[in-house]
């Protein structure tokens, strides 16, 4: 069928909807309607880009991180160490003094990595960082 004979569905030809549209408007405002249509973008598609540039998944990480870490490591060592982020493989956790990031740097560092690395896989922990802060 030529472009403008197309039905809408009810038998009426496009052009003749699209005449009584511009008349009843005051003017034929199909090119602004379907440039408005070209740019829209469904919820479902503009979604996971603005998830990615808030960051979302890497917060989720992080908490649940934060939720095993609180889980797996003895309490009294959690009392003065915490996590506070993760980057390219790298779980930085800060500890509230010196004596107690000797104590973990010294003893406990590869225990903590080894069960880390056994609930989120060695390719999400590869390496710690302790530092006071």
Not at 15 to 27: D, E, K, P, S, T
Not at 42 to 57: Q, R
Not at 91 to 105: G, P, R
Request: proline letters at 4%.
């Amino acid at each position: 069928m030529p472009t403008g004979f197309r039905s809408n569905g009810n038998g009426v030809p496009a052009f003749a909807r699209r005449r009584v549209l511009a008349q009843w408007r005051g003017g034929d405002f199909t090119e602004q309607e379907q440039a408005r249509a070209d740019r829209a973008r469904s919820a479902g598609n503009v979604l996971p880009s603005l998830l990615d540039k808030m960051g979302l998944e890497q917060r989720r990480s992080e908490a649940e991180i934060v939720r095993v870490w609180n889980h797996l490591i003895d309490p009294a060592l959690t009392a003065h160490a915490q996590p506070s982020g993760l980057r390219k493989g790298t779980l930085f956790v800060n500890v509230d003094s010196s004596v107690w990031l000797d104590e973990i740097v010294r003893y406990r560092r590869k225990e903590i990595l080894q069960r880390l690395q056994h609930s989120f896989g060695t390719g999400q922990i590869q390496r710690i960082s302790f530092r006071v802060g």
